[in-house]
Structures are given as structure tokens and as C-alpha cells.
């Protein structure tokens, strides 16, 4: 059974930095390419970034290039979401996703999702 725990959020105030950590079990880790997205109250779910399976490669969204940065670490089976300079629009329930695909920013190419983590920045 696979399973991707998120840990890290809470609330911060506007500049801030956090930490998110996903945990994965019951997958190849390194066969799966890892994505974070977010939702916020009343809006679609949002792409944030992802990483290829190796690590090497990086895509992000316009509104957190330059503030977070995604990395992995294939021997603890785990993705990190380091975000810094928060903004109050980064509030949101942050998601970690896994799939087959190598850096797709598309919410179908995600097989499996974690139950989230909340992330709410006060100005």
C-alpha cells in the first residue's frame, strides 16, 4: 500500500520560512517523479513544483520560483518543500504527489497524493 505523509506546515508570519517534508512507503521511490501542490479555500488545486526521479531536474510555478526549492533524498524515500519569504497567498493545504511521469506540472500525471499539511502565512 502506498503512502505519502506530509509534515512541516503550521502558521508562520509574511517572510517566514518552512520546511515540508513527505514521506513516502510502499513505492520504488526513485521510479516515481514527485510533485508539490497546493490548495487554498475556494480555489483549484495548484501546482508549486516537482522533481525528476534522479534529482536532477527542477520545474516551478511562476509564484514560487526564486522562494522554494524541491529536493529529495532517494535513500530515506522522502521529498522536501523548503519554502522562504512566505507570502500570505501561500496559504494553502500543501500536497505531496508521486507518478511515473519525470517533471509533469499536470495534476493527471500524479498517481498517488498525500493527505496534505497546512501552511497559513499571517502578514
Known amino acids: 500500500q502506498v503512502q505519502l505523509v506530509e509534515s512541516g506546515g503550521g502558521p508562520v508570519q509574511a517572510g517566514d520560512s518552512l520546511r515540508l517534508s513527505c514521506a513516502a512507503s510502499g513505492l520504488t521511490f526513485r521510479s516515481y517523479g514527485m510533485g508539490w501542490f497546493r490548495q487554498a479555500p475556494g480555489k483549484e488545486r495548484e501546482f508549486v513544483a516537482t522533481?525528476?526521479?534522479?534529482?536532477?531536474?527542477?520545474i516551478y510555478s511562476d509564484s514560487v520560483k526564486g522562494r522554494f526549492t524541491i529536493s529529495r533524498d532517494n535513500a530515506k524515500n522522502t521529498v522536501y518543500l523548503q519554502m522562504n519569504s512566505l507570502k500570505p497567498e501561500d496559504t494553502a493545504v500543501y500536497y505531496c504527489?508521486?507518478?511515473?511521469?519525470?517533471?509533469?506540472?499536470?495534476?493527471?500525471?500524479?498517481?498517488?497524493w498525500g493527505q496534505g499539511t497546512q501552511v497559513t502565512v499571517s502578514s
Open positions: 504527489a508521486a507518478g511515473s511521469y519525470d517533471l509533469c506540472s499536470g495534476y493527471g500525471c500524479y498517481d498517488y
Open positions: 522533481i525528476s526521479k534522479s534529482g536532477g531536474n527542477r
